[in-house]
Protein backbone atom coordinates (compact mmCIF):
# COMPACT_ATOMS: atom_id res chain seq x y z
CA UNK A 1 0.00 0.00 0.00
CA UNK A 2 2.70 2.17 0.73
CA UNK A 3 4.32 2.31 -2.93
CA UNK A 4 0.45 2.76 -3.95
CA UNK A 5 0.52 5.91 -2.09
CA UNK A 6 3.94 7.49 -3.57
CA UNK A 7 2.49 6.68 -6.93
CA UNK A 8 -0.56 8.60 -6.69
CA UNK A 9 1.40 11.78 -4.60
CA UNK A 10 3.98 10.93 -7.59
CA UNK A 11 1.50 11.72 -9.89
CA UNK A 12 0.20 14.81 -8.26
CA UNK A 13 3.75 15.64 -7.31
CA UNK A 14 4.81 15.90 -11.23
CA UNK A 15 2.30 18.03 -12.04
CA UNK A 16 2.80 20.78 -9.22
CA UNK A 17 6.70 20.02 -10.37
CA UNK A 18 5.99 21.30 -14.15
CA UNK A 19 3.79 23.86 -13.03
CA UNK A 20 6.83 25.61 -11.03
CA UNK A 21 9.55 24.74 -12.71
CA UNK A 22 10.17 27.91 -15.06
CA UNK A 23 10.82 27.13 -19.39
CA UNK A 24 9.24 24.92 -21.72
CA UNK A 25 9.40 21.16 -20.90
CA UNK A 26 8.62 19.29 -24.25
CA UNK A 27 7.05 16.11 -22.51
CA UNK A 28 4.02 14.44 -22.25
CA UNK A 29 1.65 13.40 -18.87
CA UNK A 30 3.18 10.44 -18.82
CA UNK A 31 6.51 11.28 -18.79
CA UNK A 32 5.69 14.15 -16.25
CA UNK A 33 3.57 11.92 -14.16
CA UNK A 34 6.70 9.28 -14.08
CA UNK A 35 9.26 12.13 -13.10
CA UNK A 36 6.73 13.11 -10.35
CA UNK A 37 6.78 9.73 -8.87
CA UNK A 38 11.00 9.27 -9.23
CA UNK A 39 10.89 12.59 -7.42
CA UNK A 40 8.63 11.42 -4.67
CA UNK A 41 10.44 8.38 -4.33
CA UNK A 42 13.85 10.23 -4.58
CA UNK A 43 12.71 12.42 -1.48
CA UNK A 44 11.77 9.37 0.51
CA UNK A 45 14.97 7.08 0.38
CA UNK A 46 16.68 10.45 0.75
CA UNK A 47 14.95 11.54 3.90
CA UNK A 48 15.13 8.52 5.34
CA UNK A 49 18.68 8.27 4.31
CA UNK A 50 19.08 12.06 6.58
CA UNK A 51 17.19 10.18 9.12
CA UNK A 52 14.47 12.85 8.42
CA UNK A 53 11.90 9.55 7.71
CA UNK A 54 11.01 6.44 9.34
CA UNK A 55 11.48 3.02 6.78
CA UNK A 56 7.43 3.19 6.42
CA UNK A 57 7.00 6.90 6.12
CA UNK A 58 6.21 8.59 3.12
CA UNK A 59 7.69 11.92 2.24
CA UNK A 60 6.54 14.73 2.38
CA UNK A 61 4.36 16.93 -0.57
CA UNK A 62 7.32 19.65 -0.21
CA UNK A 63 9.73 17.07 0.14
CA UNK A 64 8.33 15.36 -3.14
CA UNK A 65 7.94 18.56 -5.01
CA UNK A 66 11.18 19.22 -4.47
CA UNK A 67 13.04 15.96 -5.94
CA UNK A 68 10.48 16.50 -8.67
CA UNK A 69 11.81 19.94 -9.50
CA UNK A 70 15.42 18.50 -9.22
CA UNK A 71 14.65 15.97 -11.42
CA UNK A 72 12.61 17.89 -14.30
CA UNK A 73 16.21 19.83 -14.19
CA UNK A 74 18.25 17.30 -14.47
CA UNK A 75 16.20 15.26 -16.83
CA UNK A 76 16.26 19.17 -18.80
CA UNK A 77 19.88 19.20 -19.10
CA UNK A 78 19.92 15.95 -20.73
CA UNK A 79 17.64 16.04 -23.39
CA UNK A 80 19.39 19.59 -23.92
CA UNK A 81 22.66 17.90 -24.69
CA UNK A 82 21.31 15.13 -26.78
CA UNK A 83 19.99 17.75 -29.16
CA UNK A 84 22.86 19.93 -29.43
CA UNK A 85 24.99 16.45 -31.40
Given at each position: MEIIGTIVVGFIVGLIARAIKPGNDR??????????IAGAFL????????????????????????GAVVLLFIVAMVRGRSRVR
Open positions: MGIIMTTLVGARYAGQAMNLYTANEPAGWIASVI
